[in-house]
């Protein structure tokens, strides 16, 4: 019954700041020891683990993003979502949203448990 249903624009201008939100249905965020992360699957380098959130809001990032890559979370609103600035041609991917129920790693992709549907994002002029 957990669901993640992501939003977020598909068409970014270059420079500009990519926002995506993964409101989460069936459990709540702050559950001990779940982790909220942002994917994303690009047609040069597959699929690129950028972001974490943990239970306890405390955030980790790719280093190769870390500059341009925050994410927060509403715990009021159960959600949590990502901002990417300065976006580039090279930002162009499908990002996905999804949750670790478990202590697992990251970058291993059988170990999470819920994803989001995906959203497609262009960035073009």
């Known amino acids: 019954q957990v669901q993640l249903q992501q939003s977020g624009p598909g068409l970014v201008t270059p420079s500009q700041t990519l926002p995506l939100t993964c409101p989460v249905s069936?459990?709540?965020?702050?559950?001990?020891?779940?982790?909220w992360s942002w994917i994303r699957r690009s047609p040069g380098k597959g699929l690129e683990w950028m972001g974490t959130i943990a239970y306890t809001g405390s955030t980790y990032y790719s280093p190769s993003l870390k500059s341009r890559t925050s994410i927060s979370r509403d715990t009021s609103k159960n959600q949590f979502t990502l901002q990417l600035s300065s976006v580039t041609p090279e930002d162009t991917a499908v990002y996905y949203c999804?949750?670790?129920?478990?202590?697992?790693?990251?970058?291993?992709?059988?170990?999470?448990?819920?994803w989001g549907q995906g959203t497609q994002v262009t960035v073009s002029s």
């Open positions: 069936g459990d709540s965020i702050t559950t001990n020891p779940y982790s």
């Open positions: 999804a949750g670790m129920t478990g202590w697992g790693l990251w970058e291993q992709w059988n170990e999470y448990d819920y």
